[in-house]
Structures are given as C-alpha cells and as structure tokens.
C-alpha cells in the first residue's frame, strides 16, 4: 500500500503536530508544519516522514507471507497417505492413493465442513484447486461482510 501524495502530505502535517505536542508545544491548526524554520519543528517533520517511510516499507514486505505446508500424518492404510494442515480454526487434510492416483481433499472450519473433493489428480493438483476454493470464499466473504440491515 502507498500514501498518494495529499494523503501523506496530510498524514505529514498531523504526525508531526502529534510529535510536536508530545514535546510540549502547540501550534495552530492552521500552521504548517512543513515549512517551519525551527529545529525541534523540523524534527518532528523528519519523525513524520520516517514514520510513514517505515510503515509503507512493511506493508510493502512480502517476505513476511506465512507459508502453511501439509504435514504428513498416520497413513491408514499402505495404499493410502494422509496429509493434514491446521491454520487457527480451519483444519485441511488430503487423503491420496498412488494407486489409483485419487486424490481427495477436506476443509473444515472447526466441526463444519466446508469443502470437498474427490477427483483423479495429483495432490498438487488437489492443492491448487483448493487454493482456488479458498482465494474465491475469502473474496465472496469480504463481500459479505458489508451486509448491513
């Protein structure tokens, strides 16, 4: 995410009257901060711009993408493998056969199931699949989330 440019110009001004107060001072709603001559004043401006800098700097990081991996479980059985992941209260397993090359896929979000499927493909397939599931529900629930009666 990026400021647009009267965004971060506005944020500027208010951050650095925030810091400015903190030191004590005061200045008039009017005043602007951007074109003051004293030291402390300039400080609070440079505060603001680095505050702004740092926070669209890790919004902007996408290293910190959490990365949730199946985790092979018991198999059941030796034609079977089972693989499982737990994400806060959504719990994914997998259940595949080399065999048959079936592969079939669960979401629950605690006891509900939410999703299903059984088809014969890869479980690379199955994952890709279920990340389309997902990426589709979390975008018609965002929707959803602005009913208002």
């Known amino acids: 995410m990026e400021l647009g440019y009267f965004q971060k110009d506005v944020l500027i001004e208010k951050l650095a009257k925030k810091f400015y107060a903190l030191l004590g001072y005061v200045v008039p709603e009017s005043y602007r901060m951007q074109s003051a001559t004293h030291p402390a004043e300039r400080a609070c401006?440079?505060?603001a711009f680095t505050a702004i800098e740092e926070i669209e700097f890790e919004l902007a990081n996408d290293d910190d993408t959490e990365i949730i991996k199946w985790q092979q479980g018991q198999s059941l059985s030796e034609e079977c493998q089972y693989y499982f992941c737990k994400y806060e209260k959504l719990t994914l397993t997998l259940l595949t056969s080399p065999h048959t090359?079936?592969?079939r896929v669960e979401v629950y979000l605690e006891n509900t199931k939410l999703y299903i499927s059984e088809k014969a493909i890869s479980p690379?397939?199955?994952?890709?699949?279920?990340?389309?599931?997902?990426?589709?529900?979390?975008?018609?629930?965002?929707t959803l989330n602005r009913i208002e009666f």
């Open 45 to 47: 401006v440079a505060m």
């Open 124 to 142: 690379q397939e199955a994952t890709e699949e279920l990340q389309d599931f997902i990426s589709t529900l979390a975008a018609q629930l965002q």
């Open 101 to 103: 090359n079936m592969t």
